[in-house]
């Protein structure tokens, strides 16, 4: 019987079963909609618990982008707040399963939560995290390169000086164009093979191959529908960013809600 207290858990075996991929449903934009509502009211079910993800995703981006002033790569601040939200997907992970118990009407605390979560690094959520870091990887080198190939004649010693070379110089205006563009299809990658795979690896025992799977083929089913999400989910991200990431105390939470009830609209339910 599951304990009123602690509710019930994603499965422990860290062994995935090799089972056929789950049917997927079309996405409408309706499913968006009440996917938001439902993850608007999962934030205001549990406020504090919420915003304490989106709390430590915004510190450790102050971190990585003051590590990059304390390291003297200031050329890399951009690129490194734009790349940032790639790995958004991943801190989710314990407001999918917040949003799973709500959704169960279980009760849970602190320790339930972060329990779960530090289980996630031995399961295939591990694997997933590093398909995600490699793809940022890739981000912030490709710009490197781009910055080499493009702006190398270029001079700049401080953040004030890039700003001024990247957006009133040809060159940078080519970098931008170009930076922009292979941004946008390393995004709509990453996109595509997390939008679901992350809270379907927390609630179902898989391997990544499939989640991943799964994901570009919810994604292919009703792209238009899904880009549209993936657009709402870059711009809000990115206009959080402005107050010194503050804003991602309020819009992460919501969007990884939101994330998780879109996931059980898109893809069949478990069995049993």
Not at 141 to 158: E, K, N
Not at 204 to 221: G, H, N, Q, Y
Request: glycine share 6%; aromatic share 14%.
């Amino acid at each position: 019987m599951t304990s009123k207290t602690t509710g019930s858990t994603p499965p422990d075996d860290l062994t995935p079963e090799h089972q056929a991929a789950p049917e997927i449903y079309k996405v409408t934009a309706g499913d968006i909609t009440a996917s938001l509502k439902a993850g608007v009211s999962d934030f205001l079910a549990r406020p504090v618990m919420s915003g304490f993800f989106g709390l430590f995703y915004a510190v450790f981006g102050c971190l990585f982008v003051w590590s990059m002033v304390w390291l003297e790569m200031i050329w890399m601040i951009i690129p490194a707040v734009v790349g940032f939200p790639l790995v958004a997907p991943f801190a989710a992970a314990g407001l999918y399963e917040m949003s799973r118990r709500l959704q169960k009407g279980e009760s849970f605390g602190w320790s339930e939560i972060l329990t779960v979560i530090a289980k996630q690094s031995k399961r295939e959520m591990g694997w997933m995290a590093f398909v995600t870091l490699f793809i940022f990887w890739v981000w912030m080198y490709q710009v490197r390169l781009w910055l080499a190939i493009i702006l190398q004649d270029a001079s700049f010693s401080d953040f004030e000086g890039f700003l001024n070379v990247v957006f009133f110089t040809p060159e940078g205006w080519t970098f931008l164009a170009i930076g922009t563009c292979a941004g946008a299809i390393l995004s709509a990658v990453l996109f595509s093979v997390t939008v679901v795979a992350m809270p379907m690896l927390l609630e179902r025992k898989i391997d990544f191959i499939t989640a991943m799977l799964t994901s570009v083929r919810v994604v292919t089913e009703s792209p238009v529908v899904m880009l549209t999400w993936a657009a709402i989910i870059s711009v809000t991200t990115l206009v959080s960013l402005v107050p010194a990431f503050l804003g991602l105390i309020f819009t992460l939470p919501i969007l990884g809600h939101t994330t998780w009830h879109l996931y059980q609209r898109a893809v069949q339910p478990m069995e049993g």
